[in-house]
C-alpha cells in the first residue's frame, strides 16, 4: 500500500512503525474471511482491510479520531485471526494498539463510554477491588435485564451478567505456600499470579503449581508482579499499560538475578499475549528495553513450556474433550498444537469444533463494551463446541472460559486442571459434579 507520510510526521517512531506495517498490506482481502466482525456484521469498514484503510487516513492526515473510526477500531476485537490470514505478514496488532492510543489521546468519548471504561481500567486489574466489585454485582444481578434496556447503560448490564452466581474462596498466596518441587529437579519458573483469574477461578493456578512441583519444577511468585496491562493496553491507556509492565519486569528481573528462571509461566493466554509483547511495548524506554525483552524471551503458556518437559504417555480414559483455542493462544502466540497434544497424551479423546479460528466474543472487556456482537460470537462458538459432543470443554484462557461457560451447561475447565487430574492431581472442582 503506499502511504504519504511526511518527514515531520515519520520523525515520531510510532508513526514511522505504522508507515512500515500500512506499506505491507496489498489491500487483497484474504483477511476478511477469518474476520469475526466482517462474517458477523458484513460492513467492510468491520473488516480488518477497512480498519486499515480508516487507520491509514486518520494518521495521515494527522487527524484527530472522529466517531467512525472509533465505532469501528471499538468493534475490534484484537483477536489477531487477521494476522494468521494475512499472506503479506501485515502486523495488524501493532497497527491497532497504535490507533487505538492515538483514539485515546485525540477523541473525548460521551460521558457513559467514558464513564464505564474508566470503571473497568480502575477495577478489573486489581484483584481486591475486583473481588469486591463481584460481590456487589450479585446483589445487583437481577436488574441487569433492566439496565439491558438502556442503551447506554448495557454495559451495565453485560457486567451483572457475566458476574459468576458463585465466588470461589479467596486465592492462595502461593509466594508463601508453593510447595517444594520433587527429586530431581527439572526446572525453576515464576508464574504469573494475574488479577482477575486467581479471583474468578483461583483452581487454575493452583493445578498449574501442583503439576509442575510434583514433576519436579519449582514454582515461584515474585514479589510485586501484578497484572500484566493487557487489559488497560486493549483500551488504549498506554501509559497505565507501561506501569503494569514495568512493575512486573522489576518483579521478574529480581527474580532472574537471584534464582535464575527457565520460564515465566502464564496460564491466561491473554495475559501471555500482552506479556511476549513487552519488549516491543518497552523498546523506546532505555532504561527497560532490554530488561523487557529478556522477560518477553522467558514468558511460555503453561501448554508450551509443559510441552518441553516429555510427560508419559497416559492410558485413554474415555473422556471426550472439546477443545477451544483462545485468539491470544491460536492468533497472538501460535500455540495451536501443543494443548491438543498434551491432553491427548494424557488420554483425554481432544474434539475440535468448526470455526475453531473465531473468536468466542470474550476478548478482555468486549463482552461488556460490545455486548451484542459478543452475544452472537458466543452462541456461534457454543454451538460449534456443543456439536463435537463433549463432556467437558477446555480452553487456555480465563476471558473465553468465562464467556462459553456463561452459554453453556457444559462445564469449562482450564486445559491445565485436566492435566494435573490426570498425572496424579485433583479431579477438577467442576467435573466433580458431572
Ligand atoms: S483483530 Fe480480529 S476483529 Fe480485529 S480486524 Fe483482525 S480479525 Fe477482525
Ligand atoms: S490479508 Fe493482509 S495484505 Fe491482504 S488486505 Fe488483509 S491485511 Fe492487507
Not at 463481584?134 to 447506554?152: D, E, K, M, S
Not at 534464582?259 to 511495548?281: E, N, Q, R, V, W
Given at each position: 500500500?503506499?502511504?504519504?507520510?511526511?518527514?515531520?510526521?515519520?520523525?515520531?517512531?510510532?508513526?514511522?512503525?505504522?508507515?512500515?506495517?500500512?506499506?505491507?498490506?496489498?489491500?487483497?482481502?484474504?483477511?476478511?474471511?477469518?474476520?469475526?466482525?466482517?462474517?458477523?456484521?458484513?460492513?467492510?469498514?468491520?473488516?480488518?482491510?477497512?480498519?486499515?484503510?480508516?487507520?491509514?487516513?486518520?494518521?495521515?492526515?494527522?487527524?484527530?479520531?472522529?466517531?467512525?473510526?472509533?465505532?469501528?477500531?471499538?468493534?475490534?476485537?484484537?483477536?489477531?485471526?487477521?494476522?494468521?490470514?494475512?499472506?503479506?505478514?501485515?502486523?495488524?496488532?501493532?497497527?491497532?494498539?497504535?490507533?487505538?492510543?492515538?483514539?485515546?489521546?485525540?477523541?473525548?468519548?460521551?460521558?457513559?463510554?467514558?464513564?464505564?471504561?474508566?470503571?473497568?481500567?480502575?477495577?478489573?486489574?486489581?484483584?481486591?477491588?475486583?473481588?469486591?466489585?463481584?460481590?456487589?454485582?450479585?446483589?445487583?444481578?437481577?436488574?441487569?435485564?433492566?439496565?439491558?434496556?438502556?442503551?447506554?447503560?448495557?454495559?451495565?448490564?453485560?457486567?451483572?451478567?457475566?458476574?459468576?452466581?458463585?465466588?470461589?474462596?479467596?486465592?492462595t498466596s502461593f509466594a508463601a505456600t508453593a510447595p517444594a518441587a520433587s527429586e530431581p529437579k527439572r526446572g525453576r519458573v515464576a508464574i504469573l499470579a494475574?488479577?482477575?483469574?486467581?479471583?474468578?477461578?483461583?483452581?487454575i493456578n493452583e493445578a498449574t503449581v501442583r503439576l509442575l512441583t510434583r514433576i519436579g519444577v519449582e514454582v515461584v511468585v515474585p514479589e510485586?508482579e501484578?497484572?500484566?496491562?493487557?487489559?488497560?493496553?486493549?483500551?488504549?491507556?498506554?501509559?497505565?499499560?507501561?506501569?503494569?509492565?514495568?512493575?512486573?519486569?522489576?518483579?521478574w528481573?529480581?527474580e532472574i538475578?537471584r534464582g535464575g528462571l527457565d520460564a515465566i509461566i502464564i496460564t491466561?493466554?491473554?495475559?501471555?499475549?500482552?506479556?511476549?509483547?513487552?519488549?516491543?511495548?518497552?523498546?523506546?524506554?532505555?532504561?527497560?528495553?532490554?530488561?523487557?525483552?529478556?522477560?518477553?524471551?522467558l514468558?511460555k503458556d503453561v501448554t508450551e513450556y509443559l510441552s518441553t518437559l516429555e510427560l508419559p504417555?497416559?492410558?485413554?480414559?474415555?473422556?471426550?474433550?472439546?477443545?477451544?483455542?483462545?485468539?491470544?493462544?491460536?492468533?497472538?502466540?501460535?500455540?495451536?498444537?501443543?494443548?491438543?497434544?498434551l491432553?491427548?497424551?494424557a488420554?483425554?479423546?481432544?474434539?475440535?469444533?468448526?470455526?475453531?479460528?473465531?473468536?468466542?466474543?470474550?476478548?478482555?472487556?468486549?463482552?461488556?463494551?460490545?455486548?451484542?456482537?459478543?452475544?452472537?460470537?458466543?452462541?456461534?462458538?457454543?454451538?460449534?463446541?456443543?456439536?463435537?459432543?463433549?463432556?467437558?470443554?477446555?480452553?487456555?484462557?480465563?476471558?473465553?472460559?468465562?464467556?462459553?461457560?456463561?452459554?453453556?451447561?457444559?462445564?469449562?475447565?482450564?486445559?491445565v486442571e485436566?492435566l494435573d487430574w490426570a498425572y496424579g492431581g485433583e479431579?477438577?472442582?467442576?467435573?466433580?459434579?458431572?
Amino acid at each position: 500500500m503506499q502511504t504519504n507520510f511526511t518527514a515531520e510526521q515519520l520523525a515520531d517512531p510510532h508513526v514511522a512503525e505504522a508507515e512500515q506495517i500500512l506499506r505491507k498490506c496489498v489491500h487483497c482481502g484474504f483477511c476478511t474471511a477469518t474476520c469475526p466482525t466482517y462474517v458477523t456484521l458484513g460492513n467492510e469498514l468491520d473488516s480488518p482491510r477497512g480498519r486499515i484503510y480508516l487507520i491509514k487516513d486518520m494518521l495521515e492526515n494527522g487527524r484527530p479520531a472522529d466517531e467512525q473510526i472509533v465505532r469501528h477500531i471499538d468493534r475490534c476485537l484484537s483477536c489477531l485471526a487477521c494476522m494468521t490470514t494475512c499472506p503479506s505478514g501485515v502486523d495488524y496488532m501493532h497497527l491497532v494498539d497504535h490507533a487505538r492510543i492515538h483514539i485515546e489521546k485525540t477523541y473525548r468519548r460521551p460521558f457513559m463510554n467514558r464513564l464505564t471504561r474508566g470503571v473497568l481500567a480502575m477495577v478489573l486489574p486489581y484483584p481486591a477491588r475486583f473481588r469486591f466489585a463481584l460481590t456487589l454485582a450479585r446483589i445487583g444481578r437481577p436488574f441487569a435485564g433492566l439496565l439491558n434496556r438502556v442503551p447506554q447503560l448495557k454495559p451495565f448490564g453485560a457486567m451483572l451478567e457475566l458476574a459468576p452466581r458463585a465466588l470461589p474462596a479467596k486465592a492462595t498466596s502461593f509466594a508463601a505456600t508453593a510447595p517444594a518441587a520433587s527429586e530431581p529437579k527439572r526446572g525453576r519458573v515464576a508464574i504469573l499470579a494475574g488479577c482477575a483469574q486467581p479471583v474468578l477461578d483461583p483452581g487454575i493456578n493452583e493445578a498449574t503449581v501442583r503439576l509442575l512441583t510434583r514433576i519436579g519444577v519449582e514454582v515461584v511468585v515474585p514479589e510485586g508482579e501484578g497484572c500484566c496491562g493487557a487489559l488497560v493496553h486493549h483500551m488504549g491507556r498506554e501509559e497505565q499499560a507501561l506501569d503494569f509492565a514495568r512493575r512486573n519486569v522489576d518483579a521478574w528481573t529480581r527474580e532472574i538475578e537471584r534464582g535464575g528462571l527457565d520460564a515465566i509461566i502464564i496460564t491466561a493466554s491473554g495475559c501471555g499475549t500482552t506479556i511476549k509483547d513487552y519488549g516491543h511495548m518497552l523498546r523506546l524506554d532505555p532504561a527497560y528495553a532490554e530488561k523487557a525483552a529478556r522477560v518477553s524471551a522467558l514468558a511460555k503458556d503453561v501448554t508450551e513450556y509443559l510441552s518441553t518437559l516429555e510427560l508419559p504417555r497416559l492410558e485413554a480414559k474415555g473422556m471426550v474433550v472439546a477443545y477451544h483455542s483462545a485468539c491470544s493462544l491460536q492468533h497472538g502466540q501460535r500455540v495451536t498444537m501443543a494443548p491438543k497434544t498434551l491432553l491427548a497424551n494424557a488420554g483425554f479423546t481432544v474434539r475440535e469444533p468448526a470455526e475453531g479460528h473465531l473468536c468466542c466474543g470474550s476478548a478482555g472487556t468486549y463482552n461488556i463494551l460490545q455486548s451484542e456482537i459478543s452475544e452472537k460470537l458466543k452462541a456461534r462458538k457454543v454451538k460449534n463446541l456443543a456439536a463435537t459432543k463433549p463432556q467437558v470443554i477446555a480452553a487456555g484462557n480465563i476471558g473465553c472460559m468465562t464467556q462459553i461457560g456463561s452459554g453453556t451447561e457444559l462445564p469449562v475447565v482450564h486445559t491445565v486442571e485436566l492435566l494435573d487430574w490426570a498425572y496424579g492431581g485433583e479431579r477438577p472442582r467442576k467435573l466433580a459434579k458431572s
